[in-house]
């Protein structure tokens, strides 16, 4: 008699400062072909209960306990709107560069610029790159912003009738950062070779977020 193949389960933590991202993400993680276990931590539990960038803390103090990657998402506008932010982006820049290089579980740095709402809105056909806050309440009729940050089933929203993440990625050209990596699938290694910042592109709307879908849903 064959024994049944165990299936080997896959773990992910992902850290998010913004509630539309965290729920999205919450939601993903059940909706994806394959079995996971990501571990959405939202950034407003950060020491004094500042949300924004986090603190290398933040990040070290979880625990890498049979964990295939981390992905630390990130919105670049907070660098441009609060003074110190670009230093703690800079700070987590260096660690994940120290880690990948290390060969240490591998440290993905997304960064959404200017935000994760761009990125929603790029799910919907409908949208052309306009307004991002005009869009949301006048088109997709949410009475202001943080009504919508805060729906729980935003992954669902921006996953059926015609909307999908597919769509979000086709149009994503530009980025700020990009890791180049490499999966090795019989025994589940994953390892970045390098890390790429691009600050040029810090006035070009993008982000590098199609690496946590590939790695995510390999």
């Not at 009729?141 to 086709?170: C, H, P, Q, R």
């Not at 025994?187 to 946590?212: A, P, Q, Y």
Request: proline fraction near 3%.
């Amino acid at each position: 008699m064959s024994r049944e193949k165990r299936k080997l389960r896959k773990k992910f933590i992902v850290f998010c400062e913004g509630d539309t991202e965290y729920n999205y993400i919450d939601t993903m993680r059940l909706n994806q072909g394959v079995e996971l276990a990501l571990k959405p931590i939202n950034m407003h539990g950060e020491p004094q209960g500042t949300a924004g960038i986090p603190t290398l803390e933040v990040i070290k103090k979880e625990a890498n306990n049979n964990c295939l990657a981390k992905f630390i998402v990130i919105d670049y506008d907070r660098v441009k709107k609060h003074p110190g932010e670009l230093a703690k982006l800079k700070e987590i820049i260096e660690y994940c560069k120290l880690q990948n290089s290390n060969k240490r579980i591998p440290h993905f740095l997304i960064l959404d610029n200017p935000d994760f709402e761009y990125i929603a809105c790029l799910h919907i056909l409908e949208y052309q790159g306009q307004d991002v806050k005009k869009f949301i309440e006048q088109t997709l009729g949410f009475k202001n912003i943080d009504n919508f940050k805060a729906k729980k089933d935003v992954y669902e929203y921006l996953n059926t009738k015609g909307n999908s993440y597919n769509i979000m990625l086709d149009r994503l050209k530009e980025y700020i950062v990009k890791n180049s990596y490499n999966i090795n699938k019989s025994n589940f290694d994953i390892r970045i070779t390098k890390t790429d910042v691009i600050w040029d592109n810090e006035n070009k709307r993008g982000s590098n977020i199609r690496e946590m879908f590939e790695i995510i849903d390999w």
